[in-house]
């Protein structure tokens, strides 16, 4: 259970630079990029997706993924993550000598052609050609299913069709899957079905969770995932983030909530909660506008404030 005494740990990725960013209205310029990935690097996250090997047209806020992927600092036990759509975006990847490709296809075949302008057919074969570079190299592929728990076109998904799209990138030799939750539709008694359904079908393979807060649920997700055995998860710096490409799609769940959260619950995540809000109090002078992460304005709960006892008159 939960709650129960036994030790548990959770791996978490930070999202912000790639989920984050590519939905700004400004451009982070590419050395504040470098310096707040090296400060993510040192808070003992297990993984951070550093940007996307994407179409500059597409997602220009990205357009430095080159300079950023090369002049960060990388941690020896920080593993460094990039997004990629298509055969290109893996050579770009893997001239920059990242540590794991994450390939995205929305389960929604309708959300897929907005985003990656491809049927999820002509994704899953791009997807082969990228395998087919990989192999024989020390890189690893996670397979994201996006809007795997809705679409905002299509609306809910069966689990069939989850399985079927994991069971593609598992048979092409992805090492792990993600289940994206693109646009905040899930919910808990939902997230723990699906995560039930796939940990019974696939019971070796790593699996993260990816939610978005768009309508409150994300950490009760969270919750609800953990009570079915999901032990690693996305999140962003400061709740920032969102696809570009899906309409009314809003931030990530917050890192540093969500680590408050678990930590609070006495699970483990490894990760400094102290350095991880001090990174996210600068997060608004790079965007130019307040972020939603709350224990950043309300403080950690153990957090407390001077009483003054009100005057005894006499
Ligand atoms: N890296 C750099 N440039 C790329 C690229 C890549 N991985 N893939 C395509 N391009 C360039 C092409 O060279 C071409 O450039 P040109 O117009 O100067 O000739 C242009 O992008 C269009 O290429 P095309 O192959 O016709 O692709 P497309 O227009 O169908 O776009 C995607 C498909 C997926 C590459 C593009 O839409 C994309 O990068 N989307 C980003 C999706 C994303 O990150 N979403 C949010 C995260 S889930
Ligand atoms: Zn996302």
Redesign the pocket.
């Known amino acids: 259970m939960l709650f129960s005494k036994s030790p548990m740990r959770v791996s978490i990725q930070d999202v912000a630079v790639?989920?984050g960013f590519?939905?700004e209205s400004v451009f982070v310029p590419t050395e504040d990029k470098i310096r707040l990935i090296d400060r993510l690097s040192r808070t003992g996250l297990a993984k951070i997706e550093v940007t996307?090997?994407?179409?500059?047209?597409?997602?220009p806020n990205?357009r430095d993924?080159e300079q950023v992927m090369r002049g960060i600092t990388r941690a020896a036990d920080v593993a460094y993550v990039c997004?990629?759509?298509?055969?290109?975006?893996?050579?770009?990847a893997l001239a920059c000598g990242v540590d794991e490709i994450n390939l995205?296809m929305?389960i929604g075949e309708r959300h897929n052609l907005a985003?990656?302008?491809?049927s999820c057919e002509q994704s899953l074969e791009q997807f082969r050609r990228v395998m087919a570079m990989v192999r024989g190299t020390e890189v690893r592929v996670n397979g994201?299913i996006?809007t795997a728990f809705g679409c905002p076109f299509d609306g809910d998904q069966a689990p069939s069709k989850i399985l079927w799209a994991a069971t593609h990138d598992l048979d092409m030799g992805m090492h792990s899957v993600t289940l994206?939750d693109?646009t905040g539709m899930a919910a808990p008694r939902q997230v723990g079905e699906l995560v039930q359904i796939f940990l019974r079908t696939f019971p070796e393979v790593p699996l993260t969770l990816h939610f978005h807060n768009t309508r409150g649920m994300g950490l009760a997700n969270v919750i609800a995932a953990i009570e079915a055995g999901a032990r690693s998860f996305d999140a962003s710096l400061g709740g920032i983030g969102g696809?570009?490409?899906a309409p009314g799609a809003t931030g990530n769940i917050c890192t540093e909530d969500l680590v408050h959260m678990l930590e609070s619950c006495g699970i483990s995540t490894g990760v400094d909660l102290d350095r991880l809000l001090a990174i996210a109090k600068d997060l608004p002078h790079f965007l130019g506008h307040d972020v939603p992460g709350q224990v950043l304005k309300a403080g950690k709960r153990t957090d407390l404030h001077p009483h003054h006892t009100p005057l005894q008159l006499a």
């Open positions: 790639r989920d590519q939905s996307s090997f994407v179409s500059p047209k597409a997602i990205l993924a997004l990629v759509p298509n055969e290109r975006g893996c050579e770009r995205v929305s985003n990656m302008r491809m994201t996006a994206a693109t696809c570009p490409f």
